[in-house]
T-cell receptor, first 112, second 112 residues
């Protein structure tokens, strides 16, 4: 089935140790999003790609970076995770032709 | 005031009951989304609406564009319906149609 896949589902890292989260999609969608969701809060958009065009939200910390090497894959790099970065990280995709977003299952990040 | 307001915030029901969750928004939209998130889990898109009504199994979503209001109904509720239900809207101006504005969610608990 076409879908959005996130790996790993659970990630534990140490304070300050770089970590990379992965998202892949088989939907061939133009747009890929990364959201951060903290407990009992709505998802917060960090950035998105429209094809290769990267769009950063104004309040996304510099600690968060992203790469999209091809249509199918998008990575979220956290350069120096702090305790406040512990959250669920959600990847979503959207076709360029309509507004429906398809979400992956999320990666829950724990920072020790 | 949030651009997307949901009510109620918490809802407890007995198995078999008819459930209604409401969403009001104050901005122009191109589409309204109903999303489901089980505790600790990722997000699943239930519906995307720009007008009228949609039905999928026991779930029904309606939208009234003039009143800027949408409802999500669950018929014959079941404990497995227990989750957070999130209303989100896509904007309709400038580049805002790429971005979802989320409500705070409604936590539904269905008891057996």
């Amino acid at each position: 089935d076409a879908m959005v896949i996130q790996n790993p589902r659970y990630q534990v890292t140490q304070f300050g140790k770089p970590v990379t989260l992965s998202c892949s999609q088989t939907l061939n969608h133009n747009v890929m999003y990364w959201y951060q969701q903290k407990s009992s809060q709505a998802p917060k958009l960090l950035f998105h790609y429209y094809d290769k065009d990267f769009n950063n939200e104004a309040d996304t910390p510099d600690n968060f970076q992203s790469r999209r090497p091809n249509t199918s894959f998008c990575f979220l790099d956290i350069r120096s995770p702090g305790l406040g970065d512990a959250a669920m990280y959600l990847c979503a995709t959207r076709s360029g032709y309509n507004n429906e977003q398809f979400f992956g299952p999320g990666t829950r990040l724990t920072v020790l | 005031k949030n651009e997307v307001e949901q009510s109620p915030q918490n809802l407890t029901a007995q198995e078999g009951e008819f459930i209604t969750i409401n969403c009001s928004y104050s901005v122009g939209i191109s589409a309204l989304h109903w999303l489901q998130q089980h505790p600790g889990g990722g997000i699943v898109s239930l519906f995307m609406l720009s007008s009228g009504k949609k039905k999928h199994g026991r779930l029904i979503a309606t939208i009234n564009i003039q009143e800027k209001h949408s409802s999500l109904h669950i018929t014959a509720s079941h404990p497995r319906d227990s989750a957070v239900y999130i209303c989100a809207v896509s904007g309709n101006s400038g580049g805002s149609n790429y971005k979802l504005t989320f409500g705070k969610g409604t936590l539904l608990t269905v008891n057996p």
